[in-house]
């Protein structure tokens, strides 16, 4: 296994598990928060979507999709107390927008070259990831970082255990 096929395995398992814990629950059960102070599902799913373009972008500047108008603002710090369903999508719309991001981040991932992975990593990214190849792992790990919350919410909601 080469680099690019172990991110884009990372990247297969973080979907795999953010899908196993949305699948059964309804719009509604997205707004519910995993605790007290926490974020919602709605609102990390919107962050992990909207995180993802921008660290795709900054690695291959033109490679991320557009995202509706005022997504990003909705999913954006300011807006994370918002339990509003006016201001967050359906879960529907968050499986697309996940399918068009991956999309977009596989074909920039395999048109990217061995050399690539070495590159210094954006600014903004140096302190903590100071490589090109360690930001792709970051967007293929990011997803499990937030998935973990979702499980208080489906175990308060009384889901079934799925993975």
Same mark, same amino acid.
């Given at each position: 296994?080469?680099?690019?096929?172990?991110?884009?395995? +990372?990247?297969? !398992?973080?979907?795999? $598990?953010?899908?196993?814990?949305? %699948?059964? &629950?309804?719009?509604?059960?997205? &707004?519910?928060?995993?605790?007290?102070?926490?974020?919602? !599902?709605?609102?990390? /799913? %919107?962050?992990?979507?909207?995180?993802?373009?921008?660290?795709?972008?900054?690695?291959?500047?033109?490679?991320?999709?557009? &995202?509706? +108008?005022?997504? @990003?603002? @909705?999913?954006? *710090?300011? =807006?994370?107390?918002?339990?509003?369903? @006016?201001?967050?999508? #359906?879960?529907?719309?968050?499986?697309?927008?996940?399918?068009?991001?991956?999309?977009? #981040?596989? *074909?920039? /991932? =395999?048109? +990217?070259?061995? +050399?690539?992975?070495? *590159?210094?990593?954006?600014? #903004?990214?140096?302190?903590?990831?100071?490589?090109?190849?360690?930001?792709?792992? /970051? !967007?293929?790990?990011?997803?499990?970082?937030?998935? %973990?919350?979702?499980?208080? $919410?489906?175990?308060?909601?009384?889901?079934? $255990? $799925?993975?």
């Amino acid at each position: 296994m080469n680099q690019k096929e172990a991110i884009s395995s +990372a990247m297969d !398992i973080g979907a795999m $598990v953010v899908r196993q814990y949305i %699948g059964d &629950l309804s719009d509604a059960d997205l &707004l519910q928060r995993p605790g007290q102070g926490c974020n919602h !599902i709605a609102y990390q /799913l %919107g962050h992990l979507i909207a995180s993802e373009c921008g660290m795709l972008e900054s690695l291959v500047p033109g490679a991320a999709p557009e &995202l509706p +108008a005022g997504f @990003k603002e @909705k999913h954006d *710090k300011a =807006n994370c107390e918002s339990s509003d369903p @006016k201001d967050f999508c #359906t879960k529907q719309q968050y499986l697309d927008l996940l399918d068009k991001v991956g999309a977009a #981040t596989r *074909k920039a /991932l =395999n048109a +990217a070259s061995d +050399a690539d992975f070495d *590159k210094p990593a954006p600014e #903004t990214f140096r302190a903590w990831f100071p490589t090109a190849g360690q930001v792709w792992v /970051l !967007i293929a790990t990011h997803p499990m970082m937030h998935a %973990g919350q979702f499980v208080p $919410v489906r175990r308060a909601l009384d889901k079934p $255990v $799925v993975i």
